[in-house]
């Protein structure tokens, strides 16, 4: 029975280095093939040569020549059928074994997340998130209750609406300062009785000085001239 678990743990490392130890048979015998190839073209091409050299001169000789370069040729197709099998049989064990690596992978990757998930259920995170709101909610009153103690005092409306009064007569009286000539047509009628006819009677007299005086500057221009 020991000998029987020594052997499948054995075994298993066998099978995992099997198809690697298969693709490097494989490209050995994939490079010496390849070799040989490239020596049956060069005797070929040598025979080929040498059938051109006799081909008027002596036939027996060119004949032969050729006859060699259809046997090189026969093993030449032979020899490239064996490298294509190769080939295809080195990409077919690549390709399992990409595959066995990868489904290898997802195994460990869904044993992980069932090793990381077996303590945890629904119950469990609602029972950390209601733990995590009250102790925001505990936080929460904390920085209210020290925040209170030194909280501002309150203030007196009355007092602002007071002070807001005196900002604005400042305002308007500021206002007034600043102000020009008052048009007729604007604050003439918010005056009282007496000064609005003052200025009734003020104003023509003022349009008449200025028209006097208009009338001096022309006659001064044109005595001038």
């Known amino acids: 029975m020991s000998g029987w678990g020594l052997g499948w743990f054995g075994g298993g490392t066998q ?74 049989e080195v990409y077919s064990i690549e390709t399992a074994n990409i595959n066995k690596e990868t489904l290898d992978a997802m195994k460990n990757a869904g044993a992980a997340m069932k090793h990381i998930h077996a303590g945890l259920t629904i119950d469990k995170v609602d029972d950390v998130m209601e733990g995590l709101r009250e102790q925001h909610a505990i936080g929460d009153e904390i920085s209210e209750a020290i925040t209170s103690g030194v909280a501002t005092s309150a203030i007196d409306e009355d007092d602002l609406d007071e002070e807001l009064d005196e900002l604005q007569r400042e305002q308007l009286d500021e206002q007034m300062l600043n102000t020009g000539p008052v048009p007729v047509g604007d604050k003439v009628g918010r005056l009282p009785q007496a000064p609005n006819a003052e200025l009734k009677g003020k104003a023509p007299l003022r349009v008449e000085e200025d028209d006097e005086e208009e009338e001096l500057r022309k006659l001064q221009a044109e005595m001038a001239m």
């Open 15 to 88: 099978k995992k280095e099997a198809p690697k130890k298969a693709i490097l048979q494989l490209r050995g015998q994939l490079e010496m093939l390849n070799k040989r190839e490239k020596h049956l073209q060069n005797q070929m091409d040598e025979q080929d040569t040498l059938a051109r050299k006799h081909v008027n001169t002596n036939k027996t000789a060119a004949k032969s020549a050729l006859r060699r370069k259809k046997q090189f040729e026969h093993s030449l197709e032979q020899t490239q059928s064996q490298i294509m099998t190769l080939e295809r």
